[in-house]
């Protein structure tokens, strides 16, 4: 099982929508998570960071179900600016994070 | 407030030619780390630094060196550049130990090699 698994997409939304993107993990000893945007051929940029159950910012929400051994991120009123690629990022040993190649959203006029 | 400084932004080289990427933070982070990402490919950790130095093998080490002399400073060397090492660099930072702090990443460097 890969460490990170994330449905590439691409998601391409209408402006408005809400839309949600699930990742899983296989270290169940991770302790933090980070989702990260990054847009074409720019650097990632942090967006949240999760360290209990959930974390919300405004029009983004992360859960968290360590259960299950995934986290997700739901991004509500979406607009064209929120177009990206996003980055779910679990904490794995303390000196490494492993980056998977991320979800790719369009949002759409 | 500059926070993680790449340089040069872009640079095209021939094969067999050397280079250094020098990557610079000012929040007196401790750990670093230099990454490349190929098209449509996730970041790959090359090596990393969790003190001035010290120094660290990640995933993808070969054909690159590092150093970190001073706490503010890490670079990332091609002794001998290759055309499989043309992608795009990106090196980050992070306060302590990424168990419980996110990275913070300069703009890239962007490297050709022909």
């Known amino acids: 099982r890969k460490e990170v698994e994330q449905d590439p997409g691409p998601f391409n939304v209408p402006e408005g929508a809400t839309v949600a993107f699930n990742c899983t993990y296989s270290?169940?000893?991770?302790?933090?998570f980070f989702w990260y945007r990054q847009d074409c051929r720019k650097e990632p940029k942090l967006l949240m960071s999760?360290?209990?159950s959930g974390n919300e910012d405004g029009r983004f929400t992360a859960q968290l179900n360590r259960a299950s051994q995934y986290i997700s991120l739901l991004i509500r009123d979406s607009k064209l600016s929120d177009s990206a690629t996003y980055l779910c990022?679990?904490?794995?040993?303390?000196?490494?994070?492993?980056f998977g190649s991320g979800t790719q959203l369009t949002v759409l006029p | 407030n500059a926070g993680v400084t790449q340089t040069p932004k872009f640079r095209v080289l021939k094969t067999g030619q050397s280079m250094t990427l020098l990557c610079a933070q000012d929040?007196?982070?401790?750990?670093m780390y230099w990454y490349r990402q190929d098209p449509g490919m996730g970041l790959r950790l090359i090596h990393y630094?969790?003190?001035?130095?010290?120094?660290a093998k990640g995933e993808v080490p070969d054909g690159y060196n590092v150093s970190r002399l001073k706490k503010q400073n890490f670079l990332l060397g091609l002794e001998s550049a290759a055309p499989s090492q043309t992608s795009v660099y990106f090196c980050?930072?992070?306060?302590?130990?990424?168990?419980?702090?996110?990275?913070?990443f300069g703009d890239g460097t962007r490297l050709s090699i022909l």
């Open positions: 270290n169940s000893a991770s302790q933090s």
């Open positions: 990022v679990p904490s794995g040993s303390a000196r490494q994070l492993t």
């Open positions: 980050a930072s992070s306060a302590t130990g990424v168990s419980n702090q996110p990275q913070h």
């Open positions: 999760v360290y209990s």
């Open positions: 929040m007196n982070h401790e750990y």
């Open positions: 630094s969790v003190g001035e130095g010290t120094t």
